[in-house]
């Protein structure tokens, strides 16, 4: 039973036990599957990741009929408007698909005696919709994809915890010509390519209970340019068009929050999509901005680069202005912290036991003593040479190394 189903359970109790008679301590004490049956939808209701649903519905035949999955939220990959659907390339006719993964922490239950330590791993993971549901596992820095050498992999050797939900736009193509009438075979010739240029993509609400039809995205494409569209709309609205390119979204405290190149961070009205600043703007003089929410706090990483990043027209598409994805080389980070009570960005020199994954399509904050290969006050990140470190104290940059098992590893595509 993972910690948080436990801390509902107790939580359940005591509400239970306060609008109860006094009871002996004897009489009190109860086995998990002896709760009170009404107490159970209410806990069961409160957990936000599908992980934790499983756990719950496991316990007993009880527990599991206190709550079904909800048959109404999002099942992903979901149809989605193509933000480039006013170019005349191939790949923004073709309809887009919003995929959601899944980042994880997993930990071994029972280390082998030739571990050097029992820390966890960082690892992504999505399911296949061209393969029946099959998981397929990505590396949450460079959202590479790594297979797993011919072995299961047994999660009841495993603590997994939910740690947050990353979503990216994909079509699919065909990865070879086939005649075949076979149906599996037709399948397999058929491949998952992510939209170039799309920056970011964001969903909220994103619990297992929440109904498809009350999801909104952002998405943030092209140069900057910033979306919109709920659940079933046949295009996507652009919320700001104005000019200003944004570089990152972040869904914190259940408010949309955006920042753009000159560090104007703005929340979105989601009834009206009216951006409304935030604070006095970011002194950040980096080109390239990331929100990250660490420990309830809102943080800024400013990217900085060897030289400004372009802006260029794809000769493929006529009208479609991109910026470089990951820039050229990078040769500083800095990090802000949103100082609530001052309303003001504070200048951070240390993230103290942190480190901060700046993946490609999602960023988070994590405590390094408890993964395998991440040091703490570090920043992870991913550019055109590979994934590198950069240690927020000395100012040094590094390569990856010893974050994942050998066997792992060499398994990277």
Known sequence: MSFKIGMWILSGVKSWRKSTKSRDMDEERAEWSDLPKELLPTIGKSLDTRIDIVRFRSVCNSWRS??????????FPLKFPNPH???SATQAQAPAYLCESTIYRLQRLNPSSTSSSNKAWLVKVEQDSN??????????ISNRRTRYPNKTLNLLDFRVIELTKAYTLRYKVRAGFTTSTNEIEQVLSVRDSSIPCVTKVVVFPNSPWTNVNDSAVFVIFGVGTLGFAKSGAESLTVVDDNGFEYDDIIVYKGQFYVIDTLGNVLWIDNSSLKLVPFLPPLCGLGSQKHLVESCGALYVVDRYFKKKRR???RVEHNNWYVRDSEGPKVVDFKVYKLDEEWGRWELEKSLGDRAFVLGKDCCLSISAEEFTGYKKNCIYFNDQNGTHVFNLEDGSFGDLQDIYPSWLLSNLL
């Open 131 to 140: 393969s029946g549901g099959k998981l397929r596992f990505f590396d949450p």
């Open 311 to 313: 802006r260029r027209r």
């Open 85 to 87: 659907s006013s170019t």
């Open 66 to 75: 206190s709550i079904d999955p909800s048959n109404n939220s999002p099942r």
